[in-house]
């Protein structure tokens, strides 16, 4: 019995051993069938092109030359005055070039009959191209005068 047990402490120090594997120099590679070869792995390059983008063109209608809009708080903006009614063209276009071309060959807007200058005591300017709100009781007196002549001067 005595025997066994030097053979056996005599194997366990063999079999604790820890081997680190050691990496190589070169990885090899393959390809995702196993093979060494490029087969088996193909790529469509055939896709489908964008759906069509959906553009708005949206004009407005001005009634005079950018100035400078006084308040009665004495700030100032500088904007020209539209109207409330706007023309919007909304078309589908492929891409950014065919959406430009579109809107070169769009119909020129028509104005309305009867424009709409004075909305519930606020009027519109466009101010950095975009559609802002004024009521006319923050308007400087010489600008409510201007304001109240060119919509007297509007078909009814």
């Given amino acids: ?41 193909s790529i469509n390059s055939a896709t489908k ?25 004495g700030k100032s903006l500088l904007g020209t005055i539209i109207i409330f009614e706007d023309a919007v063209i909304e078309f589908e276009a492929a891409n950014t070039a065919a959406a430009r071309e579109a809107v070169a060959k769009a119909p020129p807007p028509k ?18 191209q975009k559609p802002v709100e004024v009521p006319l009781e923050r308007l400087s007196d010489e600008d409510r005068k201007y304001v109240n002549d060119l919509n007297a001067r509007l078909p009814k």
């Fill in 49 to 73: 092109p964008p759906p069509p983008t959906k553009t708005k063109l949206t004009s407005y209608f001005m009634l005079g030359d950018p100035r400078q809009w006084k308040s009665t708080d």
């Fill in 1 to 41: 019995m005595k025997v066994w047990l030097i053979l056996l402490a005599m194997a366990a120090p063999l079999s604790a051993q820890v081997i680190l594997p050691t990496t190589g120099k070169k990885f090899d590679t393959r390809t995702i069938n196993g093979s060494g070869g490029n087969s088996g792995v």
């Fill in 111 to 128: 104005m309305p009959e009867k424009p709409t200058l004075i909305r519930e005591g606020k009027i519109r300017l466009l101010v950095n």
